[in-house]
């Protein structure tokens, strides 16, 4: 007995060895990457120079992720690298050594297997061109609430704690991590509650997300107007950022996550705390029901690679359940049921990963596990040995010259933003990036966000110049992307340089005179109507109201909706199509003439006859959508034209 309970011991610390050790190694950034002269390096860049610079978010900056933001894309940057890398050590830590609590006593076979796939699950939601951290981030407070609820008390002492305040921590990373964190410890806390302990894992939630929130240099008087603009970006995003996909993705998505309710559910009701309490029992299943939705909405509102999370996800957390069904002595029916359920969901995780980055099984395995291992060794011996920071700042100088050469602005004095976007250029030429709050123009997706970035543009607060072009993602109209700032723009700035398709903007000393003047009364249309559009001396602005029923608020929340589409035909004949987002729509937007680039916005400051030309000039306009959109949405829609002039040309 003594033999084999050393033997035990031994297998124990094997594995909790083993597995705080991949941790270790394939979580932090040991090899981080560069910023690069696309969309999600300007972001990326945007949250470092935030939190380089002690911006307030809420209040500065307004966005879905929050203060430590710049952890989530793992880019390199000298101001925070070392604090970067420290952070992730933490979470990779506490992740492991919680991993390893609840395999404990789990047969060496099975546990060996587990912590495979549940390494394996979250490296495919890794590639070459991108990086989704949300499966850790999302497995984090899982992992919490799994200690938390153990059958049995496990762990080193201090473990929940610490996952919990890791959890408070990710969810100032990104506002959904918040959203799931925050669910996680109410199911926790309901879960005490009805063994009639103290409901403690709430309040130590809040208060360390407040405390996390302070050391990130942000005043605690800001966190609430950054909870209120976290929902309101939050509350935009289904409606205005959805792409459709392959339904049988969706559909096999959903089958295997419904699959995996079915196990946990059928599990936790041979568990004691059921019988004791049906409520009590029902905890878990309610805290994977809350998992399940996030993830669906993460991976499926933008269903292109973002499918990859879902994937990673649930692959990963069926890894995971399997802890606790070897806890409650789960049958072996149902063993065989969750080793068969994540078996699957590991291949198709890693299928679409190998899908996506072009890459065959074999090479996704020995760039995670054999040849990409051993260079985070070396990475970890190079950080010990004061090497690894000077290799990285050569590979972030290169980066940045590169975006120079791809993104070249001229010296300019004074603060400087960069619409639609182009954070990474902005600071990548050393200019002082001083960006509206919402500062991706196709993220100002609803009234409320609007009105942040105009009163922001009225204040004496704006920057001094910037670099202006007319661009946007997904097929948009592209003048609705912060459309409904143009009038303060023009009345507010000057045009003083062009450089390829974009223009500099130049502050005015004083704002000049902006009209917009009402064109006949507002006209009421059906779908796919078409609606002549008034003629007008100057430019034609339109306000378009679309409403949702009821049903369709419920469709949007629990989903999304379908895409909305703007149809125009030009003077000259010409029929263009493109996405139309509804609440930016009702805000309103510049229609005619039609604005494609920064080039054409120059033209029209300078009052530019050629502008008005029958090639951009809209004659009609409808709105379109798919077969059955009146049961989601209005049958009538409104618009409301007004005449757009303004004093004086605007070249100084």
Same mark, same amino acid.
């Given at each position: 007995?003594?033999?084999?309970?050393?033997?035990?011991?031994?297998?124990?610390?094997?594995?909790?060895?083993?597995?705080?050790?991949?941790?270790?190694?394939?979580?932090?950034?040991?090899?981080?990457?560069?910023?690069?002269?696309?969309?999600?390096?300007?972001?990326?860049?945007?949250?470092?120079?935030?939190?380089?610079?002690?911006?307030?978010?809420?209040?500065?900056?307004?966005?879905?992720?929050?203060?430590?933001?710049?952890?989530?894309?793992?880019?390199?940057?000298?101001?925070?690298?070392?604090?970067?890398?420290?952070?992730?050590?933490?979470?990779?830590?506490?992740?492991?050594?919680?991993?390893?609590?609840?395999?404990?006593?789990?047969?060496?076979?099975?546990?060996?297997?587990?912590?495979?796939?549940?390494?394996?699950?979250?490296?495919?939601?890794?590639?070459?061109?991108?990086?989704?951290?949300?499966?850790?981030?999302?497995?984090?407070?899982?992992?919490?609430?799994?200690?938390?609820?153990?059958?049995?008390?496990?762990?080193?002492?201090?473990?929940?704690?610490?996952?919990?305040?890791?959890?408070?921590?990710?969810?100032?990373?990104?506002?959904?991590?918040?959203?799931?964190?925050?669910?996680?410890?109410?199911?926790?806390?309901?879960?005490?509650?009805?063994?009639?302990?103290?409901?403690?894992?709430?309040?130590?939630?809040?208060?360390?997300?407040?405390?996390?929130?302070?050391?990130?240099?942000?005043?605690?008087?800001?966190?609430?107007?950054?909870?209120?603009?976290?929902?309101?970006?939050?509350?935009?995003?289904?409606?205005?950022?959805? !792409?459709? %996909? &392959?339904?049988?993705?969706?559909? =096999?998505? @959903?089958?295997?996550?419904?699959?995996? +309710?079915? *196990?946990?559910? #059928?599990?936790?009701?041979?568990?004691?705390?059921?019988?004791?309490?049906?409520?009590?029992?029902?905890?878990?299943?309610?805290?994977?029901?809350?998992?399940?939705?996030?993830?669906?909405?993460?991976?499926?509102?933008?269903?292109?690679?973002?499918?990859?999370?879902?994937?990673?996800?649930?692959?990963?957390?069926?890894?995971?359940?399997?802890?606790?069904?070897?806890? !409650?002595? %789960? &049958?072996?029916?149902?063993?065989? =049921?969750? @080793?068969?359920?994540?078996?699957?969901? +590991?291949? *198709?995780?890693? #299928?679409?990963?190998?899908?996506?980055?072009?890459?065959?099984?074999?090479?996704?395995?020995?760039?995670?596990?054999?040849?990409?291992?051993?260079?985070?060794?070396?990475?970890?011996?190079?950080?010990?040995?004061?090497?690894?920071?000077?290799?990285?700042?050569?590979?972030?100088?290169?980066?940045?010259?590169?975006?120079?050469?791809?993104?070249?602005?001229?010296?300019?004095?004074?603060?400087?933003?960069?619409?639609?976007?182009?954070?990474?250029?902005?600071?990548?030429?050393? +200019?002082?990036?001083?960006?509206?709050?919402?500062?991706?123009?196709?993220?100002?997706?609803?009234?409320?966000?609007?009105?942040?970035?105009?009163?922001?543009?009225?204040?004496?607060?704006?920057?001094?110049?910037?670099?202006?072009?007319?661009?946007?993602?997904?097929?948009?109209?592209?003048?609705?992307?912060?459309?409904?700032?143009?009038?303060?723009?023009?009345?507010?700035?000057?045009?003083?340089?062009?450089?390829?398709?974009?223009?500099?903007?130049?502050?005015?000393?004083?704002?000049?005179?902006?009209? +917009?003047?009402?064109?006949?009364?507002?006209?009421?249309?059906?779908?796919?109507?078409?609606?002549?559009?008034?003629?007008?001396?100057?430019?034609?602005?339109?306000?378009?109201?679309?409403?949702?029923?009821?049903?369709?608020?419920?469709?949007?929340?629990?989903?999304?909706?379908?895409?909305?589409?703007?149809?125009?035909?030009?003077?000259?004949?010409?029929?263009?199509?493109?996405?139309?987002?509804?609440?930016?729509?009702?805000?309103?937007?510049?229609?005619?003439?039609?604005?494609?680039?920064?080039?054409?916005?120059?033209?029209?400051?300078?009052?530019?006859?050629?502008?008005?030309?029958?090639?951009?000039?809209?004659?009609?306009?409808?709105?379109?959508?798919?077969?059955?959109?009146?049961?989601?949405?209005?049958?009538?829609?409104?618009?409301?034209?007004?005449?757009?002039?303004?004093?004086?040309?605007?070249?100084?």
């Amino acid at each position: 007995m003594t033999a084999l309970a050393l033997d035990s011991k031994r297998a124990s610390a094997f594995f909790t060895a083993l597995t705080l050790a991949l941790a270790l190694l394939l979580i932090p950034p040991w090899i981080p990457g560069v910023p690069e002269a696309d969309l999600d390096s300007s972001w990326a860049v945007a949250f470092s120079y935030a939190f380089n610079h002690g911006w307030q978010f809420g209040k500065d900056i307004v966005f879905t992720y929050g203060p430590y933001g710049f952890l989530y894309g793992k880019l390199f940057d000298p101001d925070n690298y070392s604090l970067s890398l420290g952070i992730w050590l933490a979470f990779a830590a506490a992740f492991g050594l919680g991993v390893s609590a609840l395999f404990n006593g789990v047969r060496p076979a099975g546990r060996l297997l587990a912590v495979a796939a549940l390494f394996i699950a979250l490296r495919s939601s890794t590639w070459r061109v991108l990086f989704f951290s949300d499966p850790f981030f999302f497995l984090l407070p899982l992992t919490f609430v799994l200690v938390a609820l153990h059958p049995r008390r496990i762990g080193i002492y201090g473990l929940a704690p610490a996952l919990l305040a890791l959890s408070a921590l990710a969810g100032l990373i990104k506002f959904t991590y918040f959203l799931f964190g925050f669910a996680c410890v109410i199911l926790a806390d309901l879960h005490r509650l009805r063994r009639r302990a103290l409901p403690w894992y709430t309040f130590c939630y809040l208060l360390s997300i407040l405390v996390f929130f302070a050391l990130a240099g942000q005043k605690l008087a800001h966190f609430p107007a950054y909870l209120h603009a976290s929902l309101a970006v939050t509350a935009g995003y289904s409606e205005a950022m959805q !792409l459709f %996909g &392959s339904p049988f993705e969706l559909l =096999a998505f @959903v089958a295997m996550s419904f699959s995996l +309710l079915l *196990l946990v559910q #059928a599990a936790e009701r041979k568990s004691e705390d059921w019988r004791q309490d049906p409520w009590l029992g029902a905890v878990p299943i309610l805290i994977f029901l809350a998992f399940s939705f996030m993830v669906f909405k993460a991976s499926f509102v933008r269903h292109d690679v973002h499918s990859a999370i879902g994937w990673s996800s649930l692959a990963a957390a069926t890894a995971l359940y399997g802890s606790r069904l070897s806890a !409650l002595g %789960g &049958s072996r029916v149902q063993r065989a =049921a969750l @080793v068969g359920l994540g078996v699957v969901a +590991l291949g *198709l995780a890693v #299928a679409r990963h190998c899908r996506i980055d072009h890459e065959p099984i074999g090479r996704f395995l020995d760039s995670n596990f054999a040849s990409g291992l051993l260079e985070r060794v070396d990475a970890v011996g190079g950080v010990a040995l004061g090497r690894h920071r000077s290799e990285q700042m050569k590979r972030y100088e290169m980066a940045m010259a590169m975006i120079r050469a791809q993104s070249p602005m001229p010296a300019l004095s004074g603060t400087v933003d960069a619409m639609p976007w182009d954070a990474a250029g902005v600071v990548a030429n050393k +200019l002082q990036y001083h960006p509206r709050p919402i500062f991706e123009s196709f993220n100002v997706y609803n009234g409320s966000l609007i009105e942040v970035n105009r009163s922001f543009l009225r204040s004496d607060n704006a920057p001094s110049s910037i670099v202006f072009d007319v661009a946007t993602i997904d097929n948009r109209f592209p003048a609705q992307d912060d459309g409904a700032l143009w009038p303060d723009l023009i009345a507010r700035y000057d045009v003083q340089q062009s450089a390829g398709s974009r223009v500099l903007l130049v502050r005015r000393a004083s704002p000049r005179t902006v009209r +917009l003047t009402a064109i006949g009364p507002p006209t009421a249309a059906g779908w796919a109507t078409p609606v002549p559009v008034p003629r007008a001396s100057s430019a034609v602005w339109v306000s378009i109201d679309i409403k949702k029923t009821t049903l369709g608020r419920v469709v949007d929340f629990v989903f999304k909706l379908p895409v909305i589409e703007l149809g125009i035909a030009l003077e000259d004949r010409t029929v263009l199509q493109n996405r139309l987002v509804p609440d930016v729509a009702r805000s309103g937007f510049l229609l005619s003439p039609i604005i494609f680039s920064g080039q054409a916005f120059a033209r029209l400051l300078r009052k530019d006859p050629a502008i008005l030309g029958p090639t951009r000039r809209v004659s009609s306009v409808q709105v379109l959508g798919p077969a059955g959109v009146s049961w989601l949405y209005d049958q009538s829609v409104q618009f409301d034209f007004r005449e757009l002039s303004f004093d004086g040309p605007g070249e100084q």
